[in-house]
């Protein structure tokens, strides 16, 4: 299976932060990359696919880029409804695997 | 507006097999280029896909977890099931139905995802 690894794992930052999320693959993975955001008790949400593409209806202030290995999730302008824990996911091979998951808190 | 909603119980024994069902509304399970799939989330811990299934029936598991696994879909119904045997304490979790995409023959990710559904393991 193909490892994920994020970090950092915990962050805490303020309204209005820039926040950058960085998830590194064990092996090349092209830009089969996908963002989640979940909230506690709710479904995981789809920010981001193909390592940069935004899901409809998905605020501008999230973009992602990268590809092969590394790759980056940004939040422009941090608002309050983004604190929350955010996941990668890749989706070049089977089994798709996540990552351990970032968790947003508020500085 | 598409909506997936898991159900079935909430209290498994162990060894005993995990039954779960994903009723599908807001659009027809057999449109689309679409996967579904199910994915879990022990309390406080990451997420695992288990498997995913296509309307034609094919299916692809998680090698962890394929021995215990079947998932099966009803197309008159607008349903999707799972079915994992032999459960133990460790399997107990959030599971989670939800649709993958596929966008020129590559996934466009998990979009549309049900509530959630907690599932102990437990005599």
């Known amino acids: 299976d193909i490892q994920l690894t994020q970090s950092p794992s915990f962050l805490s930052a303020s309204v209005g932060d820039r926040v950058t999320i960085t998830c590194r693959a064990s092996?090349?993975?092209?830009?089969?990359l996908a963002w989640y955001q979940q909230k506690p008790g709710k479904a995981p949400k789809l920010l981001i696919y193909?390592?940069?593409t935004l899901q409809s209806g998905v605020p501008s202030r999230f973009s992602g880029s990268g590809s092969g290995t590394e790759f980056t999730l940004t939040i422009s302008s941090l608002q309050p409804e983004d604190f929350a824990t955010y996941y990668c996911?890749?989706?070049?091979?089977?089994?798709?695997?996540f990552g351990q998951g970032t968790k947003v808190e508020i500085k | 507006q598409v909506q997936l909603q898991e159900s079935g119980p909430g209290l498994v024994k162990p060894s005993q097999t995990l039954s779960l069902t994903c009723t599908v509304s807001g659009g027809s399970i057999s449109s689309g280029s679409y996967y579904w799939s199910w994915i879990r989330q022990p309390a406080g811990k990451g997420l695992e896909w288990i498997g995913r299934?296509?309307?034609?029936?094919?299916?692809n598991y998680n090698p962890s977890l394929k021995s215990r696994v079947t998932i099966s879909v009803d197309t008159s119904k607008n349903q999707f099931s799972l079915k994992l045997s032999s459960v133990t304490a460790a399997d107990t979790a959030v599971y989670y139905c939800a649709r993958e995409g596929i966008e020129y023959s590559s996934s466009s990710g998990f979009d549309y995802w049900g509530q959630g559904t907690l599932v102990t393991v437990s005599s």
């Open positions: 996911q890749q989706l070049n091979s089977y089994p798709p695997t």
């Open positions: 193909a390592a940069s």
């Open positions: 299934i296509y309307t034609s029936g094919s299916t």
């Open positions: 092996q090349g993975i092209s830009s089969y």
